[in-house]
């Protein structure tokens, strides 16, 4: 049977998502933990791979199994096993043929911004005392929407068939001394979100204009694009599919 697990973690101490050699990672620590307690060799497949240091406030994994097990006590005997900075929501049977990562129809992420120095957010948000351009920064926020080829935001080095994304909402909100920038697409390339805020805030800074930003993703040049922001102020923060309701 094949199964779901709903999951959260603060990316900090990790080196991503996906298995890297010799660097901790979740998907590693997640494997070992599931294979402790289900005493089976479990290998979890993720809905994406988040950088170095990206934290997920909603991810999906899944694996498959075929012995009976109570998915709730599992869930509380995970959070007992895991380490503080990863969280179990839930565990659930799927169909066979689901998969998390190809069936997800809408990813939505954050980046988070701070203006004032704030001693508990330096690993979960970025400082950046300079005053922003906010209502500007949301104008060119406007025009990823008109447009499907994002390779001016990507990794230069990536294997992708398509540098295509269709992006549903992206925008800039302000509160005190936070900025949030909100952005959902049906997918996202490597390094997409934080190369796009970077350039937005590019724009915020009165260093390039819309013309310039317009021009940039026409460029399909990731050299024209503007700076990658830090990664721990990046959050992935909800995946949607269509056969699970929130």
Known sequence: MRYFIKLAYNGTPYNGWQIQPNAPSVQ????????????????????????T?????????????????????LVYKLNSFLPKDIVIYAIFSVADEAHCRFDAAKRTYEYHINTFKDAFLQEQSWYLNQKLDVDLMNEAAKLLLQHTNFQSFSKV??????????????????KDNKLIFTISANRFLRNMVRSIVGTLVNIGLHKINLDDFKSIIESKNRKKAGFSV?????YLTKIEYPYIED
């Not at 990206?54 to 998915?71: K, N, Q």
């Open 28 to 51: 590693e620590t997640l494997n070992k933990a599931f294979s402790v307690l289900l005493h089976s060799e479990i290998s979890l497949m993720g809905a994406g791979r988040t950088d």
């Open 53 to 73: 240091g990206v934290h997920a406030r909603e991810m999906y994994a899944h694996f498959d199994f075929d012995a009976p097990f109570d998915p709730k006590k």
């Open 157 to 174: 080095n990536t294997d992708v068939n398509t540098f295509d994304c269709t992006i549903f909402e992206a925008n800039w909100t302000q």
């Open 230 to 234: 830090p990664a721990h102020g990046l």
